[in-house]
């Protein structure tokens, strides 16, 4: 939400969590409200004795700075605008059709919401940034490979494609051709499987969903890598050439599931591939059959991850080094995301640790866990939340949907 000051007509940008965003009805109409401490602002001009508030609002709930013309009584209270938001065509209408629109925005606005507060959440930790030695090396490498590649695969983690998305890949690919992996598919449903598909679709991107465990969809990766880099063998045999095997070279985020993939294409364990970021610390190219070679290469991440949300989602899906964050606060954002997200719930965590949740404080759950089964260990209470995540046991949670 933009917050327009129109005395100096500065904007400030205030981060609103969806537990104080309310909807409220008026007349026919319907407006956003937001709870500014004891403050209601809606979606309008306010004139400014609106602003004059009985009890200070809690300025822990907001930037500052955004609230700093309102927390004082003694100035004169500036006229404040809110935009942006979303509006709602009225919610009381017994027409079907409205009915269906509304809780289509419904859906997709506990998405929008879940975002803005997961960057809420994030702003007060400390910042998540992980680049060990071998990335450096690995990406210095990794240019010079590229010349030899025919086609790229990028793998990316089918839970949280956005997030495992590198800054600079089209940068550095340029127009090469290129196939981009879902991997994971197995841990979201077919609703976001289907989604993300289309999406990618959408934007002329051959994308192909695999599991890298089961191997479903490797096959196809090997025969799509060979049709698509076939030209190649074509201009050498017009120049009189003898055909030579495609390459193809696989990158990605850190534990996306390359090398797993790789393995399960060639049918033996030739790269090595476990449950953690980093596990692969060179470049590696192997044969399959005659006319494949592939490319292993250690993940890669972004010297700097500026988006902080990116960076807590990657490391809830254990795709980035545990040591560059805390397990328990971690945690704590994750069990807060999972009380929102339908398929889970508050429900969800109830009914798998047996303890009552505070959808609003992931930390306090973190540490009831603790008392309740680690004798008051809350990095081994943190962790097996992460774990119990990571292996799946909550069901297909996508944390990441398409962009509409
Ligand atoms: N559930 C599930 N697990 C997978 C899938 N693909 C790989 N894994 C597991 O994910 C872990 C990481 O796989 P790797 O192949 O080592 O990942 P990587 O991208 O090579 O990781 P780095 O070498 O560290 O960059 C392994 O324990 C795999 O068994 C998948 O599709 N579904
Ligand atoms: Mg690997």
Redesign the pocket.
């Known amino acids: 939400i933009i917050i327009i000051n129109k005395k100096n007509d500065r904007q400030e940008r205030v981060v609103v969590p969806s537990s104080q965003i309310t909807w409220l009805a008026i007349g026919r109409e319907s407006v956003m409200g937001v709870q500014l401490g004891c403050l209601w602002l809606p979606n309008s001009t306010i004139c400014g004795h609106l602003l004059r508030c009985p009890t200070k609002p809690k300025p822990s709930h907001f930037h500052t700075t955004a609230l700093s013309a309102t927390a004082s009584l003694s100035s004169p209270p500036p006229t404040i605008q809110i935009v942006g938001g979303r509006t709602l065509s009225w919610q009381g209408s017994e027409n079907a059709d409205s009915n269906a629109n509304f809780d289509d925005c419904q859906v997709e606005t506990n998405w929008v919401d879940l975002d803005s507060d997961l960057s809420y959440w994030t702003n007060s930790l400390r910042p998540v940034q992980w680049y060990p030695g071998h990335i450096a090396k690995t990406e210095k490498e990794l240019k010079e490979q590229l010349k030899l590649m025919d086609v790229v695969i990028e793998?990316r983690d089918a839970r949280i494609p956005m997030s495992t998305s590198h800054p600079q890949m089209d940068s550095w690919l340029g127009n090469r051709k290129r196939i981009l992996v879902l991997?994971?598919?197995?841990?979201i449903s077919t609703d976001d499987r289907n989604s993300w598909a289309a999406y990618f679709a959408r934007q002329g991107v051959k994308v192909v969903l695999?599991?890298?465990?089961?191997g479903t969809g490797a096959m196809k990766l090997g025969r799509l890598a060979k049709a698509l880099a076939a030209g190649v063998n074509v201009k050498r045999r017009t120049k009189g050439l003898l055909p030579r095997p495609v390459r193809a070279g696989i990158v990605?985020?850190?534990?996306?599931?390359?090398?797993?993939?790789i393995?399960r294409l060639l049918k033996r364990r030739l790269?090595?591939?476990?449950?953690?970021?980093?596990?692969?610390r060179e470049l590696r190219w192997v044969h399959f059959g005659k006319d494949l070679e592939l490319l292993?290469s250690?993940?890669i991440i972004p010297m700097r991850i500026s988006d902080q949300s990116a960076a807590i989602k990657l490391a809830i899906c254990d795709d980035i080094g545990e040591r560059s964050y805390d397990v328990s606060d971690v945690a704590a954002i994750l069990v807060q995301m999972l009380a929102r997200l339908p398929s889970v719930g508050t429900k969800g965590l109830q009914n798998r640790y047996k303890i009552d949740v505070d959808a609003q404080c992931g930390k306090i759950f973190v540490q009831k866990l603790a008392i309740h089964l680690f004798s008051g260990d809350i990095h081994q209470a943190a962790f097996r939340i992460l774990s119990d995540f990571r292996k799946?046991k909550f069901g297909w949670v996508a944390l990441e949907r398409p962009p509409r």
């Open positions: 793998v991997n994971r598919e197995d841990m695999s599991n890298g465990q089961l990605g985020y850190p534990n996306v599931g390359k090398s797993s993939l393995n790269c090595p591939a476990a449950p953690r970021p980093g596990v692969t292993d250690p993940g799946g």
